[in-house]
Nanobody
Framework: QVQLVESGGGSVEAGGSLRLSCVAS????????MGWFRQAPGKEREFAAG????????YSENSVKGRFTISMDNAKNTVFLQMNSLKPEDMAVYFC?????????????????WGQGTQVTVSS
């Protein structure tokens, strides 16, 4: 059974940093595409960053480019999202997801497994 567990969310002031983690069980991250998505109240789920099989390629949504970095620790079967220079508009529930194809995608509908989410709150 595949299970994804996110952690690392919390409350920070604007300009602060957080590091989200997503640990998987039941599959090996490095074989698949991984994505971080976020959803703010009343808004659609949106792509934040993705990483392809084995960390071969990474992708970021334009609004987080240069501030968010996705990475993978294969030995720990963990994907990270380092978030720097956080802004109030980054506040959302953040989800990690696995896409059984080898590449990440910006479309949340293409992902097969999801974590429960972790809340990120950014105060101005």
């Amino acid at each position: 059974q595949v299970q994804l567990v996110e952690s690392g969310g919390g409350s920070v002031e604007a300009g602060g940093s957080l590091r989200l983690s997503c640990v998987a069980s039941g599959l090996t991250f490095s074989n698949y595409g991984m994505g971080w998505f976020r959803q703010a109240p009343g808004k659609e789920r949106e792509f934040a960053a993705g990483i392809s099989r084995g960390g071969s390629s990474t992708y970021s949504e334009n609004s987080v480019k240069g501030r968010f970095t996705i990475s993978m620790d294969n030995a720990k079967n963990t994907v990270f999202l380092q978030m720097n220079s956080l802004k109030p508009e980054d506040m959302a529930v953040y989800f990690c997801a696995v896409r059984l194809g080898g590449y990440a995608s910006m479309r949340w509908t293409e992902y097969n497994y999801w974590g429960q989410g972790t809340q990120v709150t950014v105060s101005s």
